[in-house]
């Protein structure tokens, strides 16, 4: 017996090892596919010869493809990276897919503007709105997310109850590029009686390009607490070469500078170089124009000399990027991004479900126009009798601003 457990334990130990080979066998594979074996001094050399410095702590290197020619769909900018409302805001859908989502309302551009989630058990009430106002003449949006209950009617659900837990401030360029974006919360961690400036995202371009991007967290309303950057760079024929970057996307923080370099005439393949900035170091660019970049600077967060600054052939400085310190929250800002907001005043602004009576309505002309039957004017009297004091569902007057709450579909 003894023997015949000697032997199955030898039995398992080796198959163990003949698996644990194999895997490393497809690991192997896998890695070869999708990235390229790290460099020796000489190979980089050849390829990048200026990065050859003491500042530059190099990393690894990838090979990666592209369906076009520009490598700059190999990395997400930080707003397509941090928001969750990326899509929203600039996916059009066509009719055949605006009719699988029967929870969201769509602009007349096919863009999402209402959206509703919510558990399907109907003993769960918790459910969460997101809603997008666009002003396409401005170039401005506001996006809201709203924390709602869902109760029944009839055979049916509405929501109501709405709490209006925090709202964003979008700024575009007039081809739609995010500019800028402010966001605001309720203090007191989202249930305060106001609305305070906590954080925003905003990009600079250069001519069609992103040229720099930053997101950052606010602290009693202008002191900026902590931020990530980054900041592109482009050849003479307008293709992405690098890439420098800090902050919480950053391994432990560190400044990181990436470079694209070509590898087949085609255009579609690449070889991205990762590495740490070190020490001070200063990379010349195409156009004559230089970048400094000073990681002791951002490690020891000093306020006084500038992380990265870029400057031009003739000596002009165009950016200096501070730690915790944002250009276009100094002096000069509409003091009005800074300062705290009513929810009320925010919610007076939303025509989203809310509805202003004209004269010759009543609650069931408007419920047949909003809802397509007039029995749901009972609901609407239901929703707002508190609100704008209705002594009947008979006597509304002209002017007044009534909720529509929305309907969950059969």
């Known amino acids: ?123 769960v009430t918790y459910c969460e709105e997101r809603v997008i106002e666009r002003n396409d003449a401005a170039h401005t949006a506001r996006r809201y997310y709203y924390k709602s209950e869902k109760l029944p009617y009839e055979d049916r659900f509405y929501i109501t109850n709405r709490y209006l837990f925090d709202f964003y401030d979008l700024y575009f360029t007039e081809d739609g590029r995010v ?71 950053g391994d432990d923080q560190d400044l990181t500078f990436l470079s694209f370099e070509e590898l087949d005439d085609t255009g579609h393949e690449w070889a991205l170089y990762t590495y740490r ?43 200096a990027l501070y730690r915790e310190t944002m250009p276009h929250l100094d002096e000069g800002t509409d003091a009005a991004f800074r300062s705290t907001l009513s929810p009320w005043v925010v919610t007076e602004a939303s025509p989203n479900h809310f509805y202003t009576i004209q004269p010759g309505d009543c609650l069931s002309s408007i419920s047949e126009e909003y809802y397509g039957d007039s029995r749901y004017a009972d609901l609407i009297y239901q929703e707002n009798c508190g609100r704008i004091y209705m002594r009947s569902p008979d006597l509304i007057l002209p002017g007044k601003r009534i909720y529509l709450p929305f309907l969950v579909p059969e």
């Open 1 to 123: 017996m003894k023997h015949f457990h000697d032997n199955r334990h030898k039995f398992i130990q080796v198959s163990g090892m003949f698996l644990f080979s194999v895997l490393l066998s497809l690991c192997a594979v896998f890695n070869r596919t999708e990235k390229a074996p790290n460099p020796d001094e000489a190979l980089i050399e050849d390829l990048t010869p200026d990065r050859i410095s003491p500042g530059l702590a190099f990393v690894d290197v990838t090979v990666c493809r592209t369906d076009g020619d520009d490598p700059s769909e190999l990395t997400d900018t930080l707003y397509n990276y941090n928001s969750g409302w990326y899509e929203d805001f600039f996916c059009r859908y066509d009719d055949a897919e605006m009719a699988q989502y029967s929870h969201m309302e769509f602009d007349d551009e096919g863009r999402a503007a209402y959206s509703l989630h919510f558990d399907e058990s109907p003993h």
């Open 277 to 319: 900035v070190r020490q001070d170091y200063t990379f010349h660019c195409h156009d004559g124009s230089t970048i400094s970049i000073y990681p002791r600077v951002w490690e020891s967060l000093d306020r006084k000399h500038p992380v990265l600054q870029k400057t031009a052939a003739d000596g002009t400085v165009e950016l």
């Open 179 to 249: 500019l800028s974006q402010l966001e605001y919360c309720r203090n007191d961690l989202g249930w305060g009686d106001c609305f305070i400036l906590t954080g925003g995202y905003w990009a600079d371009y250069k001519e069609d390009r992103l040229s720099f991007e930053i997101d950052y967290n606010v602290w009693d309303e202008t002191s900026v607490v902590w931020y990530n950057f980054r900041y592109y760079e482009y050849d003479e024929n307008g293709t992405l070469t690098n890439i420098i970057y800090g902050g919480d996307l």
